[in-house]
């Protein structure tokens, strides 16, 4: 072989190997395959469970025509009444949302109107205010209240005079207790304050405190048993009804007037019922202008309504002083729950639809 081929082949031998070297110490020896390290299950750890949190105690003392606790100083006072006007040129009504029960009346016509009682609170608007009849006299005469009104039926004023009852007459009072508004036409404008009329009673030497005895309460929100009442429909007439839709998250029901919700004129907040109650009572049309007569004392058939619950009751009123006692089927009085009580005085024969 030719010299020179052998020394160009040592040389390319040579070279390979140097490269070969090289790249050995770049790379370096070849890595070994990763131990896995077996999987280690971690404990969980402990959830602690919260604490309960205690309900503050209410303070006060609670108020016996609702079961809400207030200051001693409110529940110990003199609860005021006052007729609601209700027709269509009314509504809606102003601070009606603050009392602790309201009564619907039937009066003349296809109306009806309130008697709202107050105790604990105090809106600072309230109206329209209308005139009484005698079914009124006779549920303000029973809580020993202060009867707000304007004006009345001859029977009515002849009561409140005859029972010698503390009232707030919008026809005898000055401008600066009772007032008439611009949004609303006479004779469904006039409003007043409950702080004006708490002036009144104090200017007049008005008893501070209402003797009466109060309603039973549940305090302890006990389980009711009974038919469900979540849809509640009382129809007085073509043109007027009242219904009342279960909410079960607050366990109160909201109130409509004539398929619209009924709110308070001040706020526009709907008005809600804690209880229901609907209370059949005799009546009759006493004159040509169609005012009635509501036999209120004696006693009747009902149903009372709380919590999604409906029950049949009784009412029992043994004169027209005396406190009207609602009795369940055990012949016991039934205890309200705390809040606010709708009472509705229907005739018998209204259609009432409960689902």
Not at 124 to 136: E, K, N
Not at 280 to 306: P, Y
């Amino acid at each position: 072989m030719d010299i020179r081929k052998i020394i160009a082949l040592c040389m390319v031998t040579v070279l390979l190997f140097s490269f070969t070297a090289c790249r050995q110490e770049e790379t370096g020896p070849p890595e070994e395959p990763p131990i896995e390290e077996p999987a280690v299950e971690l404990e969980p750890e402990p959830v602690e469970e919260p604490e309960p949190v205690e309900e503050p105690e209410p303070t006060g003392i609670p108020s016996p025509l609702s079961g809400i606790y207030a200051a001693e100083e409110l529940v110990n006072g003199r609860i005021i009444s006052v007729v609601f006007d209700n027709h269509p040129r009314a509504k809606w009504q102003s601070g009606l949302k603050d009392a602790e029960i309201v009564y619907e009346f039937p009066v003349e016509g296809p109306y009806t109107r309130y008697l709202g009682l107050y105790l604990i609170n105090a809106p600072d608007s309230v109206g329209p205010i209308r005139s009484a009849r005698p079914y009124f006299v006779t549920m303000a005469w029973q809580f020993d209240s202060i009867f707000v009104h304007v004006g009345g039926s001859e029977q009515a004023k002849a009561d409140v005079r005859n029972l010698n009852m503390a009232e707030i007459d919008g026809l005898t009072s000055s401008n600066q207790v009772f007032w008439r508004v611009s949004h609303k036409k006479a004779p469904n404008n006039m409003y007043s304050s409950m702080n004006v009329l708490r002036e009144v009673q104090e200017n007049r030497g008005y008893r501070e405190k209402s003797e009466f005895e109060g309603f039973l309460f549940d305090m302890e929100a006990s389980p009711r048993t009974g038919d469900g009442a979540n849809d509640i429909l009382i129809t007085y007439n073509d043109e007027n009804n009242t219904r009342y839709i279960y909410d079960p998250e607050i366990e109160r029901y909201e109130r409509y007037k004539e398929g619209s919700r009924h709110v308070d004129e001040s706020d526009e907040s709907g008005l809600y019922a804690d209880n229901i109650i609907i209370q059949e009572n005799s009546m009759r049309v006493l004159d040509n202008e169609g005012r009635l007569g509501i036999t209120l004392e004696g006693q009747g058939e009902g149903k009372f309504i709380s919590r999604g619950v409906v029950e049949d009751i009784k009412w029992v009123k043994d004169n027209r002083k005396a406190k009207i006692i609602y009795l369940n089927e055990d012949n016991e009085e039934i205890a309200l729950s705390p809040g606010t009580t709708w009472i509705q005085v229907v005739k018998p024969g209204t259609s009432i639809t409960i689902e």
